[in-house]
């Protein structure tokens, strides 16, 4: 069973709950209450730390998926639109894959297939 925890950096000084966190972002944790152990979730598949701010975290029934919103640039290869993203982090393969693309990308997408642009409004 697993807990997410969200920290941040501004209020506390938190960046002893695993080792290695030095990036001086916001971060997603999640926490094992099995095995009792902490890892950081909001980085790259090749485990480099997020290279700016993670938050809004939620975990999935079992515990294996993390969704979490992210402006960092280097969690996933090609991820130069300068825009926040949402991202899955997978704890079984310890991947992270980033699941939207921007509305400016979609909007590129859309007019080169030709397709109706349909927004919708998400509170």
């Known amino acids: 069973m697993a807990d997410f925890l969200n920290t941040d950096r501004s209020s506390n000084s938190s960046s002893n709950l695993v080792p290695g966190d030095n990036n001086g972002f916001h971060d997603i944790f999640v926490y094992d209450r099995v095995l009792k152990t902490i890892k950081m979730v909001s980085v790259s598949s090749t485990s480099e730390e997020s290279n700016s ?66 927004l919708m409004d998400v509170t």
């Open 53 to 118: 701010d993670s938050y809004k975290p939620s975990i999935s029934a079992g515990g294996r998926y993390i969704v979490f919103m992210s402006y960092a640039s280097n969690l996933v290869a090609g991820d130069n639109n300068s825009f926040g993203d949402v991202f899955v982090y997978d704890q079984t393969l310890n991947t992270v894959k980033r699941v939207s693309i921007s509305v400016l990308e979609w909007r590129k997408t859309v007019a080169v297939l030709n397709l109706p642009l349909v």
